[in-house]
Structures are given as structure tokens and as C-alpha cells.
């Protein structure tokens, strides 16, 4: 059983960074062929795509969001982390990592594992 896990603070003032950390058990992040992503759903929008990072550590970002996103791992740890700075109120939303065959970028389908998702909320 693959499970995956959010972490982090729930509640991130505008201009801080949304830290965010995804535990894995039951397979390893660098498992060959494997992808490791993050996703964000907005109250009443949909899913958007933020990054992931490959099984060798290869890293790739929503074009939107990439100057102000950071994916990294710590392989000893078998976590993965999300960090998104300056922060704003457009940024409140819930936070799921997943895990898939490919990215997601191309579509979410690919995302055959996810987390139970962390809500985080932007605001002073």
C-alpha cells in the first residue's frame, strides 16, 4: 500500500512561503519510472498543476508559478517538498502531492497515487 502524506503549516501570511512536505511509505520517490507532483485546488476552482519532480531528481514547473516555486527531496527521508514564496490570498487552496507513471502535465490521469490533500490559507 502506497500511502502519501501532506505536512506543514496551515496558515501562511502574505508575502511568506507555503512550505509543504509529502511523506511517502510503502515505495521509494526513487523508484525508476516514477514522478512525484504537486497539485493545488483553489476554493471553487478546479485542479491545477504545479511541478513534480522525477525519480533521478529532474525537476519541471507550471510556467506561472516557476519563478516563485521550489520542489525539492531528501531521499533519506523519502519526502518530497513544495515551496511556494511570496504568497498571497490567491494562493489559499488545498495542497495534494501525488504520484504517477509521468508528471500530470500532459494530464492529471497520469497521477495514479494521492495524497488526502492539506488546505493551506493565505491571509493576514
Given at each position: ?38 497539485i493545488r485546488q483553489p476554493p471553487g ?23 516563485r516555486t521550489a ?54
Amino acid at each position: 500500500q502506497v500511502v502519501l502524506q501532506e505536512s506543514g503549516p496551515g496558515l501562511v501570511k502574505p508575502s511568506q512561503t507555503v512550505s509543504l512536505t509529502c511523506t511517502v511509505t510503502g515505495d521509494s520517490i526513487t523508484t525508476r519510472s516514477r514522478y512525484w507532483t504537486w497539485i493545488r485546488q483553489p476554493p471553487g476552482k478546479g485542479l491545477e498543476w504545479l511541478g513534480a519532480i522525477s525519480y533521478d531528481g529532474d525537476r519541471k514547473y507550471s510556467p506561472s508559478l516557476k519563478s516563485r516555486t521550489a520542489i525539492s527531496r531528501d531521499t533519506s527521508k523519502n519526502q518530497f517538498t513544495l515551496q511556494l514564496s511570496s504568497a498571497a490570498p490567491d494562493d489559499t487552496a488545498v495542497y495534494f502531492c501525488c504520484a504517477g507513471a509521468g508528471t500530470g502535465v500532459l494530464g492529471l490521469s497520469a497521477l495514479d497515487t494521492w495524497g488526502q490533500g492539506t488546505l493551506v490559507t493565505v491571509s493576514s
